[in-house]
């Protein structure tokens, strides 16, 4: 008698080659929509908005929360909500289309499959973004993952969140913002100069980690890598070369331009203010 043949039990990737890439103001988002969540809510879910370029990267560029119901065994969501917000959203930009959905909390939850079927019928493969509003020890958890397919032969069983490669890139002025948000306590924000303050810090560390990886390298301690060779190379090539009087007369020069906008600002202010008072007191005689 021939032996059967095995029926194997294997894992089938929904997607090859993803990764993910999300703009600070998204997380700035959903930490406000955490905020203002309703008493009751425990978690905060909604949909993400972006593009998905050739080589399978997701660039994640807006958001928006979505009401929600949720309880041990099922997800109520309002579908029709949902569905406006993405009019309005692309009224303005037509080339954000969904991408996936996000809630906030620690890793995935029980829920988090019945919600993420229904944004698999809105766009195929979506992206789940779990973001830890808690910010626990100053550290921000943020994680993106896909489902991948769980199959006993051709019939499928079930699925599981696979995590995905992700990437948080901000400009120098979103990191100081994205700072204060880990912070637990802020007893007041940074100013336009105590911000510069903290960006010229980081560049010190920064040079002084790459002073020391070059001197690792030419001294034997540490074997060379091509790429970080390649790209310090690019660092240092798009440097203007200015003398040490040249550079400090342009930051002077700067500096002096930033003052004048700050102290042109508060004039204005000042100005408005004086301006409502006088309203207000004409309306009163």
């Known amino acids: 008698m021939a032996a059967s043949e095995p029926t194997v039990l294997q894992f089938v990737p929904s997607t090859t080659g993803l990764s993910a890439k999300v703009h600070p103001l998204v997380i700035f988002n959903i930490c406000d929509c955490y905020v203002r969540r309703p008493d009751q809510a425990d978690r905060v879910i909604g949909t993400l908005l972006g593009s998905i370029s050739a080589d399978g990267t997701v660039d994640i560029r807006n958001s928006y929360a979505v009401p929600h119901n949720e309880s041990s065994d099922q997800v109520a969501l309002d579908i029709d909500y949902h569905h406006n917000m993405l009019l309005s959203h692309q009224k303005v930009n037509p080339k954000e289309v969904i991408v996936g959905w996000y809630s906030t909390g620690f890793g995935v939850s029980g829920g ?26 100053g550290e921000a958890s943020i994680k993106a993952f896909v489902s991948v397919n769980l199959s006993l032969g051709d019939r499928k069983l079930a699925a599981q969140f696979q995590e995905i490669p992700l990437d948080l ?9 994205f700072d204060i948000l880990r912070s637990t306590t802020v007893e007041k924000l940074p100013s336009d100069l105590e911000g510069m303050e903290t960006s010229m810090e980081r560049l010190l560390v920064l040079i002084d980690d790459v002073y020391k990886y070059v001197d690792d390298v030419v001294e034997g301690r540490v074997a060379p ?46 100005q408005l203010t004086v301006a409502e008072k006088l309203n207000t007191a004409a309306q009163i005689l």
């Open 112 to 137: 988090s499959a019945l919600i993420h079927d229904f944004y698999a019928r809105e766009v195929p493969n979506p992206v789940h973004l779990t973001v830890d509003t808690g910010f626990r020890n």
């Open 169 to 177: 890139r901000m400009v120098e002025a979103e990191r100081v913002g």
């Open 225 to 270: 890598n091509d790429n970080i060779g390649r790209f310090i190379s690019d660092t240092v090539a798009s440097i203007p070369k200015l003398s040490p009087p040249a550079f400090d007369k342009l930051m002077s020069d700067s500096l002096q331009d930033q003052l004048l906008l700050l102290y042109l600002s508060s004039i204005t202010r000042t």
